[in-house]
């Protein structure tokens, strides 16, 4: 049985990436999906683990054999989910999240219609404030330019399929963990997971 793919993206400071780290804690089914990327690697960094590592030569060969489910280049860099990657993942009955923006998810609408897609939104703007600035790292100016591409975020939500609204950490936890479940228990999903049971018990004697 194949796992399903979600798309989950938020405006900066929602909370996304907490939420989704607890949920794979709490769900062994649910994976991150691991993107690429040209860049350096950091210290403490992994291959494979927090990114795939390529030359811009590499990911290059990778646009032109169309092995990406979505990219793009930010600042000097490039950033890209392998298709190959996310379905060897979903093959082995995994769910697979990838945490990427409205415009990402997009892309991967075009080549992947049948994912889920879930927008986390934060309960206001003066929560949002308060967490940006929660860092006490950046400046005014770059505060104000996050807050305004939050709001440009933020305007694509009816694009996604579900929204949570991340006011208390734990009940957002449960909304978004919610909503796998109830996409396993389907009635298509089910008669694949389970169709030796059901044709048991509908077949006559």
């Given amino acids: 049985m194949s796992g399903s793919l979600y798309i989950v993206s938020a405006p900066s400071g929602a909370g996304k990436t907490s939420l989704v780290s607890k949920l794979i804690q709490e769900d062994s089914s649910i994976v991150v999906s691991v993107s690429s990327t040209t860049r350096d690697m950091r210290p403490g960094e992994e291959n494979g683990v927090n990114y795939h590592f390529l030359t811009v030569t590499e990911f290059d060969e990778k646009i032109v054999q169309g092995d990406f489910l979505e990219h793009a280049k930010v600042f000097d860099n490039y950033y890209g989910t392998s298709k190959s990657s996310v379905e060897s993942q979903l093959a082995s009955?995994?769910?697979v999240i990838l945490e990427i923006d409205w415009q990402g998810a997009e892309q991967v609408r075009k080549i992947m219609p049948d994912a889920h897609s879930i927008f986390i939104l934060p309960p206001s703007r003066d929560e949002l404030f308060k967490r940006?600035?929660?860092r006490g790292t950046d400046s005014k100016e770059i505060i104000q330019r996050r807050m305004q591409d939050a709001t440009s975020e933020m305007?694509?939500?009816h694009e996604?399929?579900?929204i949570v609204i991340n006011n208390n950490f734990d009940i957002a936890l449960k909304e978004l963990h919610s909503i796998f479940q109830a996409n396993r228990l389907t009635k298509e999903h089910q008669i694949l997971s389970h169709k030796?049971?059901?044709a048991s018990?509908?077949?006559?004697e």
Avoid: A, P, Q
């Avoid at 018990?201 to 006559?204: F, N, Q, R, T, Y």
């Fill in 93 to 95: 009955g995994k769910d």
């Fill in 132 to 134: 940006l600035t929660g």
């Fill in 155 to 157: 305007s694509h939500y």
């Fill in 160 to 162: 996604f399929d579900y």
């Fill in 196 to 198: 030796n049971l059901i």
């Fill in 201 to 204: 018990l509908v077949e006559e």
